[in-house]
């Protein structure tokens, strides 16, 4: 019986992680595509639908931690996740102000890398039991570089929406009211912006852990 369960296990984790890498395949393409053909200001009404339904499908991934499926820790899965959840449906879907900013690119794209590289090292890993040593390089080093980027286009996508938040008082709720209580979705935006500052060395620092912790275990096999 417990192999069974481990072999279901498998094929379920290899079809989501290649059905999500999928997405994320063509949301880059997309972005690039754009870029060439259209400029950065077509960038989010072309990869709208993919992104949204790739990114989405991310919150199967604090499911999984949640009931043992995997062995992250919804403490480091949960915030990178939730920002971006965060961003994707409260800043660029919500606010079409900021759909053209020339931060939708670097975001995407560094995202969509991101993502690429760890779910067919997953997707590979479940199905194979093992990833080939220049796979899980990828897996744990294009962080040095995207994750930077990324998470400054994250700041820089909400920053810009602030003046839109304010302005249109979207999500918020005014007094007096039934319910005799009261929201500002501007202001929690500006809560999202500050737990940035304790998040970012946290989450990198965490991931540089997990870079050591990898590559050498791999040296010493």
Same mark, same amino acid.
């Given at each position: 019986?417990?192999?069974?369960?481990?072999?279901?296990?498998?094929?379920?984790?290899?079809?989501?992680?290649? %059905?999500?890498?999928?997405?994320?395949?063509?949301?880059?393409?997309?972005?690039?595509?754009?870029?060439?053909?259209?400029?950065?200001?077509?960038?989010?009404?072309?990869?709208?639908?993919?992104?949204?339904?790739?990114?989405?499908?991310?919150?199967?991934?604090?499911?999984?931690? !949640?009931?043992?499926?995997?062995?992250?820790? %919804?403490?480091?899965?949960?915030?990178? %996740?939730?920002?971006?959840?965060?961003?994707?449906?409260?800043?660029?879907?919500?606010?079409?102000?900021?759909?053209?900013?020339?931060?939708?690119?670097?975001?995407?794209?560094?995202?969509?890398?991101?993502?690429?590289?760890?779910?067919?090292?997953?997707?590979?890993?479940?199905?194979?039991?093992?990833?080939?040593?220049?796979?899980?390089?990828?897996?744990?080093?294009?962080?040095?570089?995207?994750?930077?980027?990324? %998470?400054?286009?994250? !700041?820089?996508? !909400?920053?810009?929406?602030?003046?839109?938040?304010?302005?249109?008082?979207?999500?918020?709720?005014?007094?007096?009211?039934?319910?005799?209580?009261?929201?500002?979705?501007?202001?929690?935006? !500006?809560?999202?912006?500050?737990?940035?500052?304790?998040?970012?060395?946290?989450?990198?620092?965490?991931?540089?852990?997990?870079?050591?912790?990898?590559?050498?275990?791999?040296?010493?096999?």
């Amino acid at each position: 019986m417990a192999g069974v369960l481990s072999l279901l296990r498998r094929l379920y984790l290899s079809a989501y992680n290649w %059905i999500v890498f999928a997405g994320w395949f063509q949301v880059l393409f997309l972005t690039l595509k754009t870029l060439k053909e259209s400029g950065y200001e077509h960038v989010y009404s072309n990869v709208e639908k993919p992104l949204l339904l790739a990114q989405s499908a991310a919150f199967l991934e604090i499911l999984h931690g !949640i009931i043992g499926l995997v062995r992250s820790p %919804i403490t480091a899965t949960l915030p990178q %996740i939730g920002s971006r959840l965060y961003v994707v449906w409260g800043i660029l879907y919500s606010f079409p102000e900021v759909q053209k900013h020339p931060l939708i690119s670097s975001l995407v794209i560094s995202w969509s890398i991101t993502e690429i590289v760890r779910y067919s090292f997953f997707g590979t890993k479940e199905a194979f039991g093992s990833a080939p040593y220049w796979l899980l390089w990828l897996r744990y080093s294009t962080f040095l570089v995207l994750y930077p980027t990324g %998470i400054s286009s994250e !700041i820089g996508m !909400i920053y810009n929406a602030l003046p839109f938040m304010k302005e249109s008082g979207m999500y918020s709720v005014r007094m007096p009211n039934k319910w005799n209580f009261s929201f500002d979705y501007f202001y929690l935006a !500006i809560v999202v912006l500050a737990i940035y500052v304790p998040g970012i060395p946290h989450l990198y620092g965490y991931m540089l852990g997990q870079r050591k912790k990898a590559l050498m275990k791999t040296k010493k096999e």
